[in-house]
């Protein structure tokens, strides 16, 4: 049972436009949760995160949106740039396990 | 940014060696953690630790085991090496406190002859 799901496992944007990734969770005892970015050969570097008492946190060209309601969030980056092309994996932690549940990744693309 | 360091970075070996993947990290974080990630798939927890002496078994099955004698180490070991341990193995700190983010090492790509 995949607690944390990530359903487009690719996603081609142009650049300078906006890049919009999703994921979703069953677990409500996770309440915090994080985007971690993954290039070939190389461990996941973390991106952003966002607390269960927020709906928005920003970053630069990096936003994470929470619904919580929906048990959806989204990462938005605009707008975006070739070097944004990575593996980008949602997870998400409840803080009475303390571990981190994971999603299989998207894998985004994006086109000069 | 967390310096957390993982050697080798691959490694390619026949079957029944046995092999010990090292993680270290200079932050001083007493929470490390093993993961292991197939290609297209998630991360998962395969062994994790909250400080010296202390290790647990994640929430995937796995025949390696793990020991934390100093805080800046922990390195994983596979006994006997079958082909079915070709993966990539990644290890992970964190720091103390609510919500503090994993920070990864570069992994160790492992391929079992």
């Known amino acids: 049972d995949q607690q944390v799901k990530q359903n487009s496992p690719s996603l081609s944007v142009q650049e300078g436009r906006i890049s919009i990734l999703n994921c979703d969770y069953t677990n409500s005892m996770f309440d915090y949760f994080l985007w971690y970015k993954k290039y070939p050969a190389e461990g996941p570097t973390f991106l952003i995160s966002?607390?269960?008492?927020?709906d928005k946190n920003e970053d630069g060209r990096f936003t994470v949106f929470l619904n919580k309601s929906a048990k959806h969030l989204s990462l938005h980056i605009v707008p975006s740039q070739p070097g944004d092309s990575a593996v980008y994996f949602c997870?998400?932690?409840?803080?009475?396990?303390?571990?981190?549940?994971f999603g299989q990744g998207t894998t985004l693309q994006v086109k000069p | 940014e967390a310096d957390i360091y993982q050697t080798p970075r691959y490694l390619v070996i026949g079957t029944g060696k046995k092999i010990t993947l090292e993680c270290s990290q200079t932050?001083?974080?007493?929470?490390m953690y093993w993961y292991q990630q197939d290609p297209g798939m998630e991360l998962h927890l395969i062994h994790y630790s909250y400080g010296v002496n202390s290790t647990e078994k994640g929430d995937l099955s796995s025949e390696s085991t793990v020991s934390r004698i100093r805080t800046e180490h922990f390195p994983l070991t596979l006994e006997s090496a079958r082909p079915s341990h070709t993966s990539q193995y990644l290890c992970?700190?964190?720091?103390?406190?609510?919500?503090?983010?994993?920070?990864f090492g570069d992994g160790t790509r492992l391929s079992i002859l």
């Open positions: 997870a998400a932690l409840s803080s009475g396990t303390g571990k981190l549940i």
């Open positions: 966002i607390s269960s008492i927020k």
């Open positions: 992970a700190s964190r720091g103390t406190g609510n919500n503090q983010p994993q920070h």
């Open positions: 932050m001083g974080h007493d929470k």
